[in-house]
């Protein structure tokens, strides 16, 4: 003889029949054939659960149990009697458990999840080639002029990367189809590669622009000069005036990020240097010129100081 239905879906006779539904997707999802493959104890135990739907999961079956016109649990009959469109009916479709299951949980996502098949019976794919992330680290100089490298793959093979011009650290690259492939019904996954741009000493990026410090001889920032200016396309002549000081910033045109079919400038950073060791013939003769030829460079925060006491 069955067992009680309630009693082997866990809930009270009063229960409603939403209540007796979500019981049984819990039940069915955790002893399912195919979640537990090769597992007896639990085949049998989702046949139980099964049976036990059939007869209170809809109003009109409850209510002929509730009025005691139940059948016995065909199972326990060696599969005479009535066939139990939860588990028994369903052992077709090369053995695997599909329409009727579906239908009870109302959930096309979890059905195709656990049996690979849709309503229509027709095959779901249960697998995908997943896609190959990679990290690929380029110079400074490579990421605003762009380059081209190779990378070798997960699987042996070479790829030939193309590095567009002013890519920014961060970005990753895509390369369709080039990902995992070891399952050949569907189609291949992506290769991802994430590029790093390596610092450069004395380099950094603003925008379009590349910033740059250089050094000058305070005889230069004095006088002014005309001097070889290394930028990222190639050395340039700079025609530096006089009079400049540590901090002032010079421009030159063209010589910086290619991004959107817009040129980048080149940001040079002045920094006067004095000799560390001076020679003494050198000191003598500033000495003279200090004589001479006298500023004071913070007279301008004098008078501002003074100003501001009156």
Do not use: C
Request: avoid cysteine; glycine fraction near 10%; proline fraction near 5%.
């Amino acid at each position: 003889m069955s067992k009680n239905p309630y009693a082997v879906l866990g809930v009270k006779e009063t229960a409603t029949q939403e209540e007796i539904k979500k019981a049984y997707r819990s039940l069915a999802k955790k002893h399912h054939p195919d979640l537990n493959p090769g597992n007896k104890q639990n085949e049998a135990k989702f046949k139980e659960i099964s049976h036990a739907y059939d007869q209170i999961g809809t109003p009109e079956a409850r209510a002929k149990f509730d009025r005691g016109e139940t059948e016995e649990n065909p199972f326990q009959q060696g599969g005479q009697g009535r066939q139990w469109s939860s588990y028994y009916n369903t052992q077709q479709n090369s053995g695997r458990y599909s329409q009727s299951f579906a239908d009870a949980f109302g959930d096309e996502d979890l059905f195709e999840q656990i049996f690979g098949r849709s309503r229509s019976g027709k095959k779901s794919r249960q697998h995908t080639n997943e896609d190959m992330h990679y990290q690929m680290d380029i110079s400074f100089a490579d990421s605003i002029l762009g380059a081209e490298k190779v990378i070798t793959l997960a699987n042996g093979k070479n790829l030939s990367v193309k590095i567009p011009a002013g890519i920014e650290d961060g970005k990753k690259l895509r390369f369709k189809g080039q990902g995992n492939h070891d399952f050949a019904d569907v189609p291949a996954g992506d290769a991802f590669i994430q590029i790093n741009v390596l610092p450069e000493k004395g380099w950094i990026r603003n925008g379009d622009d590349v910033e740059m410090e250089l050094p000058v001889s305070f005889f230069e920032a004095i006088l002014g000069a005309e001097i070889s200016v290394n930028t990222l396309h190639g050395p340039v002549m700079l025609k530096i005036p006089p009079g400049v000081s540590t901090g002032t910033k010079m421009r030159i045109k063209g010589k910086g990020v290619l991004s959107n079919a817009k040129q980048g400038n080149q940001i040079v950073k002045l920094k006067v240097m004095t000799p560390k060791n001076p020679e003494p013939g050198m000191v003598d003769e500033l000495k003279k010129i200090q004589t001479k030829y006298q500023y004071n460079p913070r007279e301008s925060m004098s008078e501002n100081h003074a100003g501001g006491t009156t």
